[in-house]
């Protein structure tokens, strides 16, 4: 499969659907070792000059390290045909599987980084900023969302420095 990398100024979706209801797959790590993960919660937007994207991962959660730890990630979003995998991305952990393997995603390797062949949309982000969420800060309202005693996110915000589409 190929992919045209596009500017960003050409995106023409609707980000509350392809983000909070489509899904995306987000991917830190190269060829020597990455993870994946199912997100839901993000944004688009731009600030500090720059076309960013930013998700939230939560310390327990494999994927959680390898965005920590790169420069880079990537948000891979799918056509409708690949909903079971990001299922089966979201609910199991790279720990105990090879997510790939588990689910015939093919890992792409592309500047330092990882995304899948069969994406629809790529964006390739460097992180700009990384914030721990507070639990005193929220809203009481949405408290609930941690009502679990789990960790709260940590939100990375990227600058998108790639956009790519399948041609």
Request: glycine share 10%.
């Amino acid at each position: 499969m190929s992919f045209r990398e596009i500017p960003v100024s050409e995106l023409t979706f609707n980000p509350f659907d392809k983000i909070g209801k489509e899904w995306f797959l987000v991917t830190a790590g190269d060829e020597k070792g990455y993870n994946t993960m199912t997100a839901s919660w993000g944004f688009m937007g731009f600030i500090w000059g720059k076309s960013v994207f930013e998700t939230v991962i939560r310390p327990s959660r494999h994927t959680f390290g390898f965005v920590e730890k790169n420069d880079l990630f990537t948000a891979s979003f799918f056509g409708e045909g690949y909903r079971e995998a990001l299922g089966f991305c979201g609910s199991h952990s790279g720990r105990d599987c090879d997510k790939a393997a588990e689910t015939g995603l093919t890992p792409m390797f592309i500047d330092g980084t990882t995304a899948f062949e069969q994406a629809e949309l790529i964006f390739i982000c460097r992180k700009v900023y990384a914030q721990d969420m507070e639990l005193s800060k929220l809203d009481s309202g949405l408290q609930h969302f941690y009502s679990d005693g789990g960790s709260m996110h940590k939100a990375f915000v990227g600058e998108i420095v790639k956009v790519l589409v399948k041609e």
